[in-house]
T-cell receptor, first 111, second 118 residues
């Protein structure tokens, strides 16, 4: 079983749609969680950290369920510029603080 | 201004010809990472340095070595590249992951070095 698993993609949605990505992690000792965005042939960039209480940044909402070891990202009112690959990232301090990436979910927003 | 700089951005090499990729940072971050990302796959951690403390992933081939001569620089050496080593190599830094301070474990990536082995 992979340490971090994400929904298989690609997701093809029209502009204005709401889209949700899911991610599960296997190590219950994991302590920090993030969503990164990666554009084609570019480096990953931090989209948002994920906190236990859930957090929102504009059109983006991230949630964490520690009991189910599950993280989600919701994008409302999708824009063409949201087209990218979204990577779920999990950190576990007892493994020396390494960050493990999920395989990513590709999103394509169409006009 | 770029804060994590990788060189070269693009490298083509022959099978078996050693390659060195470099990474420098102006952030004064304790931790530096090397990730390998193949096409349509997740970045895969090869190793990381916490200060001078080297942490190798168990499944990182011996063909991959790293050096960190000082806080600002880190190198990835591929001693005998194979065709399967064609990938984007990403360097990243973070401030102090082991303390868990807010924001300390956020990664800042360089733009990557795209390696092609022929």
């Amino acid at each position: 079983r992979k340490e971090v698993e994400q929904d298989p993609g690609p997701f093809n949605v029209p502009e204005g749609a709401t889209v949700a990505f899911n991610c599960t992690y296997s190590n219950s000792a994991s302590q920090s969680f993030f969503w990164y965005r990666q554009d084609c042939r570019k480096e990953p960039k931090l989209l948002m950290s994920v906190y236990s209480s859930g957090n929102e940044d504009g059109r983006f909402t991230a949630q964490l369920n520690r009991a189910s070891q599950y993280i989600s990202l919701l994008i409302r009112d999708s824009k063409l510029s949201d087209s990218a690959t979204y990577l779920c990232v999990v950190m576990t301090y007892n493994q020396g603080g390494k960050l493990i990436f999920g395989q990513g979910t590709e999103l394509s927003v169409k006009p | 201004d770029a804060m994590v700089i990788q060189n070269p951005r693009y490298q083509v090499t022959q099978f078996g010809k050693p390659v060195t990729l470099s990474c420098s940072q102006t952030l004064n971050h304790n931790v530096m990472y090397w990730y390998q990302q193949k096409s349509s796959q997740a970045p895969k951690l090869l190793f990381h340095y916490y200060d001078k403390d080297f942490n190798n992933e168990a499944d990182t081939p011996d063909n991959f070595q790293s050096r960190r001569p000082n806080t600002s620089f880190c190198f990835l050496d591929i001693r005998s590249p194979g065709l399967g080593d064609t990938a984007m190599y990403l360097c990243a830094t973070s401030r102090d992951v082991r303390q868990g301070r807010n924001g300390a474990n956020v990664l800042t990536f360089g733009a990557g070095s795209r390696l092609t082995v022929l």
